[in-house]
């Protein structure tokens, strides 16, 4: 006669009556890394930023040149990783310029190209100069 091997089975853990509990307690509870990113994120550009972390060069393009006349643009190659508010925030320190929007595009060679409109009382014109572009 063949016997036949008790097993034990492991004990339940507490588990919550229904999956709506359960998210419940999984959203009461965030994460030690969820608290960390925004508050690293938000100190990273409080201090210790550096604008030419994030502007790579001016783009010395004839589009570029008659943007900066006609429309009162400048245009950077940035960094790729670089979001649209770490660019006018870069733009603001480094030239010392009110910005007043901010345009971007990945090129083909796979680089990113930021067209930064200034505010009406900054003069593109001006900042070319002091860049040497002009």
Known sequence: MHMAKETSLPAKAKQPASPAKALATA???PSPAAKEK???A???LAHDFDPYDVIIHPH???KSMKMIEL???LVFMVRRTASKRAIK???EQGFAVKVQSVRTEITR???KKAYVRLAP???AVDIATRMGMV
Do not use: I, Y
């Open 27 to 29: 959203a009461a509870k």
């Open 60 to 62: 010395l393009a004839e």
């Open 89 to 91: 925030q870069a733009v």
């Open 71 to 73: 429309q009162n643009n």
């Open 38 to 40: 925004p508050a690293a």
């Open 109 to 111: 060679k796979g680089q």
């Open 42 to 44: 938000a100190t990273a």
């Open 121 to 123: 009382d900054s003069s």
